[in-house]
């Protein structure tokens, strides 16, 4: 079972301007206040010799949602290259709204042009250059609907950003996007709170913030995957018409290697070490 943890020119610079000038909820943790931030903790062991075989193949360490966003993807929280025997890894509990101006679809970069502090349970107004709050929504979802000032139809996505930090990164915590959905001229979207499960595993030529396709990614061997039919009704639902036929994304040559299901929650699987004989994460310390 599985855990619960962006056409009109005026409106796209207005948008611009106003970045540059058991399935157990992240949310049931979820504080009220940034004092009382709850960071969920991940160890990823990544050995010497592993390491020069990520480097020698070009390769990185990839972290990334479990919950597909729109067009059946899944974002890359983040990929990093291991500094040392051990990356430790803090994903932060408080949610933040973005919007960015364009579609999420396979292969592109999610890029946060407006964010805002949110929480759960209370419904937002994005009005084409600021977020702001609309009052009480549904418990355990942040509401957010599109009724810009000026005319126009800017196609916008939005969804949640958690802050996660890395060892290996950097050790400031900095807001990664779980999920991204479109968000439709006066229209009302809600967003449910990212999953406290993420996958580990390896890849080349993928950065923080794509959206691969979740047909793509393939569990580790002997892994207990989370079945993905039931977990993603939330998020299928709100996700709309797959892409077009007619608009196939441009394909880059990536290479992935096979997840391992991490629960966040779980205090079993929150140290994870790389294994080369399968090049895939397993659970637990390097026993080396």
């Known amino acids: 079972m599985t855990h619960r943890l962006f056409?009109?020119?005026v409106l796209v610079l207005c948008l611009t301007c106003a970045f540059g000038c058991s399935r157990r909820a992240i949310d049931a943790m979820a504080p009220a206040s940034a004092a009382d931030q709850t960071t969920l903790n991940l160890i990823i062991e990544v050995d010497a010799d592993s390491r020069q075989f990520l480097i020698d193949t070009g390769q990185t360490v990839l972290i990334t949602a479990s919950d597909p966003s729109q067009n059946d993807t899944l974002l890359v929280v983040q990929s990093f290259s291991p500094l040392g025997d051990q990356s430790q890894?803090?994903?932060?509990?408080?949610?933040?709204?973005?919007?960015?101006?364009?579609?999420?679809?396979?292969?592109?970069?999610?890029?946060m042009q407006l964010t805002s502090p949110v929480s759960y349970g209370?419904?937002?107004?994005?009005?084409?250059?600021?977020?702001?709050?609309?009052?009480?929504?549904?418990?355990?979802?942040?509401?957010i609907e599109y009724v810009p000032i000026r005319s126009g139809n800017a196609e916008v996505s939005t969804g949640l950003a958690l802050p996660i930090s890395n060892s290996s990164v950097d050790d400031t915590a900095s807001n990664a996007?779980?999920?991204?959905?479109?968000?439709?001229?006066?229209?009302?979207?809600l967003l449910p709170s990212p999953s406290a499960v993420v996958y580990v595993l390896?890849?080349?030529?993928?950065?923080?913030?794509?959206?691969?396709?979740?047909?793509?990614?393939?569990?580790?061997?002997?892994?207990a995957p989370v079945a993905v039919a039931p977990a993603s009704a939330s998020a299928a639902a709100q996700a709309g018409p797959s892409q077009s036929p007619?608009?196939?994304?441009?394909?880059?040559?990536?290479?992935l290697g096979r997840y391992l299901s991490v629960d966040l929650l779980s205090n079993a699987q929150t140290t994870v070490h790389f294994d080369r004989t399968i090049n895939a994460f397993v659970y637990g310390a390097d026993p080396d």
Not at 89 to 106: D, H, K
Not at 122 to 143: D, K
Not at 177 to 189: I, K, M, P, T
Not at 202 to 221: D, V, Y
């Open 202 to 223: 390896i890849g080349q030529g993928i950065n923080t913030g794509m959206a691969l396709p979740a047909s793509l990614l393939k569990p580790a061997p002997g892994s």
């Open 7 to 9: 056409r009109t020119t």
């Open 89 to 111: 890894v803090g994903i932060g509990t408080l949610p933040t709204l973005f919007m960015s101006v364009g579609a999420t679809v396979p292969f592109s970069t999610v890029t």
């Open 122 to 143: 209370q419904a937002y107004l994005f009005n084409g250059v600021s977020i702001v709050n609309a009052g009480p929504g549904i418990p355990g979802t942040v509401g």
């Open 177 to 189: 996007a779980f999920e991204s959905f479109d968000l439709q001229l006066y229209e009302n979207r």
């Open 246 to 255: 007619g608009a196939a994304p441009l394909v880059p040559p990536i290479q």
